[in-house]
């Protein structure tokens, strides 16, 4: 088996590690935790939400919290991408992961508002299962 763990530094993302870590259950499935630091583009710029320090500190978190839960293998990816669930499902299609393992509730707050629901869109474009993880 194959997880996909989305984090964004919310709780709720940081519970889907610990939950996609004990349905590997010390199998070999392999776990990448994933992060994408999204970017606008404007007229004459663009900008990142975060920075990649930011989105690397995330992944460490991410995989520190899966190795202690008894996940191995665990693999780190980060993306830089406009479209955040577009990123996770391309993802997911192109290494054949067997189940996306994502948070309910993410940033949150005026962010969430301008970019809508990364898990809601993840659930309608996916082509393999997603647990969502509250």
Do not use: W
């Amino acid at each position: 088996m194959h997880f996909l763990v989305p984090v964004d530094g919310s709780e709720a993302a940081f519970r889907a590690v610990e939950f996609a870590a004990k349905l590997a259950g010390g199998s070999d499935s392999k776990i990448t935790i994933f992060a994408v630091r999204q970017y606008i583009v404007g007229r004459h710029m663009v900008a990142a939400f975060q920075s990649k320090e930011e989105v690397a500190a995330l992944l460490d978190t991410g995989k520190e919290l899966a190795i202690a839960a008894g996940a191995k293998p665990v693999l780190v990816v980060q993306l830089d991408a406009r479209d955040v669930s577009h990123a996770i499902v391309s993802y997911a299609e192109e290494h054949e992961v067997n189940l996306i393992v994502m948070g309910a509730s993410g940033i949150g707050g005026f962010k969430a508002f301008l970019i809508g629901s990364i898990s809601t869109e993840v659930l309608k474009k996916s082509i393999c299962p997603v647990a969502i993880v509250h």
